[in-house]
């Protein structure tokens, strides 16, 4: 399976989004959105694979010399909202088929923050998505950045495979 990965960067002293190169399966059903549905499917979060997820983030920061990063509740409950509606309404994307942006949705939680980032993947498993992440020079620049002190992970399965949601602010 190839990972397919989307990040984005935003500072909101800048008020301009930065949209990182995406690497998609052309056709994939998950580019297409079936449009708003009326009944929220039951999407389990994967506890352990975010627990994991956040130790390999803070692995690989330590070893830059980068503080850790908190597992911060609301920007897992904003993840977490995320995954789930790409999962119900099979699309992949950092904004929902209304339009609303990773910024948009956490400013709609009322969460606060001056610089905010995400990364999405879909992979085999999230240990798969985890390193092609890394592996990505966009994405491994959201991981390391010095300006991020907390993320939001969740971890879904999908129908072509589990979607990973990394939320970071300041």
Not at 31 to 60: I, K
Not at 78 to 96: C, G, K, L, Q, W
Request: aromatic letters at 6%; one cysteine or more; glycine letters at 8%.
């Amino acid at each position: 399976m190839t990972s397919t990965l989307l990040g984005i960067a935003f500072a909101a002293t800048l008020g301009m989004p930065q949209i990182l190169p995406l690497t998609s399966a052309p056709g994939s059903a998950l580019q297409q959105s079936t449009g708003p549905t009326s009944a929220r499917m039951s999407v389990p979060n994967r506890a352990a694979d975010t627990s994991a997820m956040l130790a390999a983030l803070n692995a690989r920061r330590g070893s830059k010399g980068l503080a850790a990063l908190q597992l911060d509740p609301s920007l897992c409950a904003i993840a977490y909202e995320h995954a789930a509606d790409m999962v119900t309404r099979s699309y992949f994307d950092h904004n929902t088929p209304e339009g609303l942006s990773p910024y948009a949705r956490m400013d709609q939680a009322h969460y606060q923050y001056g610089y905010a980032g995400e990364n999405i993947a879909l992979d085999s498993s999230s240990a798969a998505a985890e390193e092609a992440l890394w592996q990505s020079s966009e994405h491994r620049d959201n991981i390391l950045g010095s300006h991020y002190a907390k993320v939001g992970i969740s971890v879904v399965a999908g129908t072509e495979g589990d979607i990973v949601v990394e939320d970071f602010s300041d």
